[in-house]
T-cell receptor, first 114, second 113 residues
């Protein structure tokens, strides 16, 4: 069974630009969550999508947004990039049918903002 | 109150030894406490998880000890191996919050052979 796939693996952008990251969940998983990982702040929850609807949201500015498609694939968008947005962005999928389910993480997209 | 405090930041253990990582929380509404393992270049992977109605859970060489009154929980890795060298994260969540895990800052474990 294929794991969670995130593309691209690496991305370099400049301040003020916008970026879109993609995540393909494990087949059959309907929930996709996004996390930001930085050396200083660690792992922080961005948002969760289930059946194309945002089900939960972390404490990030509105520049961070996402969406989910009917096939459960998800994209995350960051607009007006800032230097502090440099991070590893991780996507995790789960079945979405119960609370406290096991999350399966992808290897992440490493975003560098110059 | 939403924080999970993890210690130590780094840990060096001899092969065959016991690795112990501790976490503390404040929010008594947390009802799920997983531990994740992350290798360089990879995403975190669930190791073991516990709920507050259980004081201990063991899976192979990995054991979670949970102290509800002290609001603390810990991961014990028995017979530590070089392959266990990784970063370990404790986390906590409230069932109603879905997949919104609150992670500790992580512990980098090095097991020397």
């Amino acid at each position: 069974k294929a794991g969670v796939t995130q593309t691209p693996r690496y991305l370099i952008k400049t301040r003020g630009q916008q970026v879109t990251l993609s995540c393909s969940p494990i087949s059959g998983h309907r929930s996709v969550s996004w996390y930001q990982q930085t050396p200083g702040q660690g792992l922080q929850f961005l948002f969760e999508y289930f059946s194309e609807t945002q089900r939960n949201k972390g404490n990030f500015p509105g520049r961070f947004s996402g969406r989910q498609f009917s096939n459960s694939r998800s994209e995350m968008n960051v607009s007006t990039l800032e230097l502090g947005d440099s991070a590893l962005y991780l996507c995790a999928s789960s079945l979405g049918s119960a609370t406290n389910e096991k999350l399966f993480f992808g290897s992440g997209t490493q975003l560098s903002v110059l | 109150q939403q924080q999970v405090k993890q210690s130590p930041q780094s840990l060096i253990v001899q092969k065959g030894g016991i690795s112990i990582i501790n976490c503390a929380y404040e929010n008594t509404a947390f009802d799920y406490f997983p531990w994740y393992q992350q290798f360089p270049g990879k995403g975190p992977a669930l190791l073991i998880a516990i709920r507050p109605d259980v004081s201990e859970k063991k899976e192979g060489r990995f054991t979670i000890s949970f102290n509800k009154s002290a609001k603390q929980f810990s991961l014990h890795i028995m017979d530590s191996q070089p392959g266990d060298s990784a970063t370990y994260f404790c986390a906590a969540s409230i069932g109603q919050a879905g997949t919104a895990l609150i992670f500790g800052k992580g512990t980098t474990l090095s097991v020397s052979s």
